[in-house]
C-alpha cells in the first residue's frame, strides 16, 4: 500500500515538471505573399538548434528565426521559457496545416491555417509592401536566357532589407546590372519601386516553376501608439515573397547536328594586324577573330575553327572569353588571336570561316561567316650580306721563274728593229701582270681574314643572345647565321630552314617563335636549339656557290 502511494506521487511529480511545448501563429487566415509569424515555446531553457523548421518547407516560404530566453523568480520559483520565432509565407492559396513539431521529445499540436487570395479591391491598396514578377517569354530553349524582372513596392519608410534571388530547378541565375529606382503612383497611393532584373538559363528541358524572391525587411512603423523614442522612430519587421510563375523549356531539336548555340544574334568578326598593306615573308601578322552572342555565357560559346593553308606557319594563343551585361542581356564573346608567319612569298588565300548557330526566334539553323581572304606576301627583307671569300688566282701557271731573266735591250745583227720594240711591250706586260698577281694575292688574304673575322663575331653574338634566353635577341642574329651556314646571307629563316630540312631545328625555331608572338608569358628554354646550333656548326652545308664552313660556337 505504501509502495503504491509513493509511486503514484512520483507520477504526478513527474509529469508536473515534465517539459511543455506550445504553437502559435499571430494570423490565421493570413494573405498569398504575406508573411505571418509561428512562435514555439518550450518552458525550460533549451538549446538554439533544439527546434527545426525544416518540416515547414514543403507548404512555405521559410524566413528568419529568432530565438529568445526569459527566466523569472516569484516567490523563490523560478521559471524559464525560450522561445523561437520563425517568419513564414504562404506561396498558394488554400487550407494548410502545419504538422505537429518536435522539441527535445515533446510535440506541438497541428495548426489549421487558412491562406486566402488578394482580392482585386484590396489587391494594392492599404498594402505598405508588395512585389511583382514577370518574364519576357514563359517558353524558351534550353540554354537560352529567359529575362526576369522583379519589384518591390514600398509605400513606407525602408530602414534596411535584403531581396534574395528568385528559386528555380536545374538553372543558372545571375542577377543583370544593377538595380532601378523611382516612383510611381498607384491606385492613387505613392510608391517608392526598387526593380531588379535577373537572367535564367534553364540547364535541362521540361516543366519549371519559378518561386518569387523573398525580401526580409525592416520598416517605421506607422501604425504604433507610440511612434518614436526620443530620436529613433519604432520599427517593425516585414517579409514578404513574389508570386511564382510556370515556364516551359524546349529541348534542342532532334535535327540539330551542330554545337548547341541558341541565340537570336551571333556575330563573327575579325582584325588584322599589320590593317593593309603588302606582308612580308617571316615577319608576324597577327589575326583576332571575335564570336559575340546575345542571350549566352561565355561557357557556351565554340571554339573558332578557322584554317590556313600550308605556306604559312600558325602559332594561336590562348583564347580569351568573357560575359558583359548591356541593355538587361548577358552577352558572351570569344576571342582567338592567331600569329601568321608566310613562309613564301607571292598570293595566299586564307579559307573562308563559318560557325552555325540556332536562332531562337525563326527556329532555323543559321552560320556566322568570314569570307575567304587573299593576301599579297612579299619578300622578306634582306639581311646585312657578309663579304664572301673571293677564289683564289692559280699560282701554277702565273708564278715567276726563280732563275735570274737577261734581257738585252740593245738591237742584234740582223734582227729587225721591230723585234726589239716588240720584247720591250712583252716585258712591261708582263711585270704589269705580276704586279696585279700580287696585288690580287694581297687582296684576298685581307677579305679571308676579314670574312672570317666577321662570321666569328656573328657567332659570338649568337652565342651570346641564345645564353639570355630572349627570343626577340636571338631571332635576327639566328636568321643571319642559318643564312651564312646556307651560303646564302641575304635569305630569310623559311629559306635557311627548308634548305637545311632538320626537323629537330624546325621545332626548337617554332617553339622559339610561339613563345616570342604568344600574348600569354610562355616559358621557352634555348638549351635546345643551343644544342642543335653547335652540332650544325661542326657539320656545313655544302653548296656550289659558298662552299664554306662556319666556326663553332664552342670551338675545341
Not at 503504491?4 to 494573405?31: E, G, I, R, W
Not at 578557322?306 to 570569344?334: C, F, G, H, M, W
Not at 639581311?383 to 735570274?404: E, G, I, L, Y
Request: proline share 7%; hydrophobic share 35%; glycine share 4%.
Amino acid at each position: 500500500m505504501i509502495k503504491t502511494l509513493t509511486l503514484s506521487l512520483l507520477m504526478l511529480c513527474n509529469s508536473a515538471f515534465a517539459l511543455q511545448v506550445t504553437a502559435t501563429v499571430d494570423k490565421n487566415p493570413v494573405m498569398v505573399d504575406e508573411s505571418f509569424t509561428l512562435q514555439v515555446s518550450a518552458d525550460d531553457d533549451m538549446d538554439i538548434s533544439a527546434f527545426d523548421p525544416s518540416p515547414l518547407m514543403k507548404d512555405f516560404v521559410v524566413g528568419r528565426t529568432s530565438v529568445s530566453r526569459q527566466t523569472q523568480m516569484i516567490n523563490f520559483n523560478t521559471t524559464k521559457v525560450t522561445q523561437w520565432n520563425t517568419v513564414l509565407i504562404p506561396r498558394k492559396e488554400g487550407r494548410y496545416t502545419i504538422p505537429a513539431l518536435t522539441v527535445a521529445g515533446q510535440s506541438t499540436q497541428p495548426i489549421n491555417l487558412m491562406v486566402i487570395p488578394v482580392s482585386a479591391s484590396h489587391q494594392n491598396q492599404n498594402r505598405d509592401l508588395y512585389i511583382t514578377t514577370d518574364v519576357d517569354t514563359k517558353k524558351a530553349y534550353l540554354q537560352t536566357q529567359i529575362r526576369y524582372t522583379a519589384k518591390l513596392y514600398l509605400g513606407v519608410d525602408l530602414q534596411r532589407g535584403s531581396l534574395e534571388s528568385p528559386k528555380i530547378a536545374d538553372a543558372d541565375i545571375r542577377q543583370i546590372g544593377k538595380d532601378k529606382e523611382y516612383s510611381d503612383i498607384v491606385d492613387g497611393r505613392r510608391y517608392r519601386i526598387i526593380e531588379r532584373t535577373f537572367a535564367i538559363i534553364p540547364q535541362k528541358s521540361g516543366k519549371f516553376t519559378i518561386n518569387g524572391p523573398l525580401f526580409e525587411g525592416e520598416v517605421i512603423d506607422n501604425n504604433s501608439s507610440n511612434q518614436s523614442f526620443g530620436f529613433f522612430k519604432r520599427t517593425k519587421n516585414v517579409s514578404r515573397v513574389g508570386p511564382s510563375i510556370d515556364i516551359e523549356v524546349l529541348p534542342v531539336p532532334d535535327n540539330y547536328p551542330h554545337h548547341w548555340l541558341p541565340s537570336d544574334f551571333v556575330q563573327l568578326t575579325e582584325e588584322w594586324q599589320p590593317k593593309a598593306g603588302e606582308y612580308k615573308v617571316g615577319e608576324p601578322i597577327t589575326r583576332t577573330l571575335t564570336l559575340t552572342a546575345v542571350g549566352l555565357v561565355e561557357e557556351q560559346l565554340p571554339e573558332i575553327n578557322s584554317q590556313y593553308p600550308d605556306n604559312v606557319k600558325t602559332y594561336p594563343d590562348q583564347a580569351n572569353t568573357v560575359t558583359v551585361e548591356r541593355d538587361d542581356n548577358l552577352i558572351a564573346q570569344r576571342t582567338e588571336t592567331i600569329a601568321i608567319i608566310p613562309n613564301s612569298e607571292g598570293k595566299i588565300q586564307i579559307p573562308a570561316v563559318s560557325v552555325p548557330w540556332f536562332n531562337v526566334v525563326t527556329g532555323e539553323t543559321e552560320y556566322a561567316r568570314l569570307p575567304a581572304r587573299t593576301i599579297t606576301v612579299a619578300p622578306g627583307a634582306v639581311t646585312k650580306a657578309v663579304p664572301t671569300v673571293a677564289p683564289a688566282v692559280p699560282v701554277a701557271d702565273t708564278a715567276p721563274s726563280s732563275s735570274p731573266v737577261s734581257v738585252s735591250l740593245g738591237t742584234t745583227t740582223g734582227e729587225p728593229v721591230y723585234w726589239s720594240i716588240s720584247s720591250s711591250v712583252l716585258l712591261a706586260l708582263w711585270l704589269l701582270t705580276l704586279l696585279l698577281w700580287w696585288r690580287s694575292q694581297r687582296k684576298t688574304r685581307v677579305e679571308t681574314h676579314t670574312t672570317e673575322q666577321q662570321r666569328s663575331v656573328s657567332s659570338q653574338q649568337l652565342k651570346q643572345a641564345l645564353s639570355s634566353n630572349q627570343p626577340a635577341q636571338i631571332l635576327p642574329l639566328l636568321t643571319q647565321w642559318l643564312a651564312e651556314y646556307c651560303g646564302e646571307p641575304s635569305q630569310t629563316l623559311a629559306l635557311s630552314q627548308q634548305q637545311i630540312g632538320n626537323p629537330d631545328l624546325n621545332q626548337a625555331i617554332s617553339d622559339m617563335l610561339s613563345s616570342l608572338y604568344s600574348k600569354q608569358s610562355q616559358q621557352w628554354n634555348s638549351d635546345k636549339l643551343n644544342a642543335i646550333i653547335n652540332q650544325l656548326a661542326k657539320q656545313p652545308v655544302k653548296t656550289s656557290n659558298h662552299p664554306y664552313q662556319l666556326q663553332s660556337l664552342y670551338p675545341q
